[in-house]
């Protein structure tokens, strides 16, 4: 018949999913726990709703339980991490101004050779600029911190003038 050859079918074979999960989440279907575990669905085994309940319960447990251990384990290592790095810039920042103490003393000694001439002048360059990029870090701060308190006055005014503006309409009210 020419009406079932251009018929569409609607179901969906298994061979033909070309989409197969690979995710182990998706291997076993959630399913709904009634009333937070209090209640059981009609139709099915009591025992076996305590059964998957229990076991519902123990699996939930040892997941979050993983998820904070994991969550310990990655903030201790990122402060591990965040204190080797602090340390190493300050054993940098330590060499760095012996160095420079070193190349000051041979200037001052009149010891010092051209190559050492030119070190000692970068090494200062680079630590007023340092300095003064610690410099206007300090002033961010302040002006942020200052326009901060400049919020909180602004709402605590606001505040202020909106609650005696109510006052007022009460008192007016009662009047």
Do not use: C
Request: proline share 2%; charged share 60%.
């Amino acid at each position: 018949k020419p009406s079932e050859k251009f018929k569409f079918n609607f179901a969906w074979g298994a061979e033909e999913d070309t989409s197969p999960d690979t995710n182990p989440l998706y291997d076993k279907p959630y399913e709904a726990q009634l009333l937070f575990g209090r209640g059981f669905r009609a139709g099915v085994d009591s025992r076996e709703q305590i059964q998957k309940q229990i076991d519902y319960e123990e699996i939930s447990k040892d997941w979050g339980e993983k998820i904070v251990e994991k969550a310990r384990e990655d903030k201790r290592r990122r402060e591990k991490e965040l204190a080797k790095e602090q340390r190493e810039r300050e054993e940098r920042l330590l060499a760095r101004r012996h160095r420079l103490k070193q190349l000051m003393k041979l200037r001052d000694a009149g010891k010092l050779d051209e190559e050492e001439a030119k070190e000692l002048d970068d090494m200062l360059e680079e630590e007023a600029e340092r300095r003064e990029a610690e410099a206007r870090e300090k002033e961010r701060e302040r002006e942020d911190r200052d326009r901060d308190r400049e919020d909180r006055d602004r709402d605590r005014d606001r505040d202020r003038d909106r609650d005696r503006a109510r006052d007022r309409d009460i008192d007016r009210g009662r009047a």
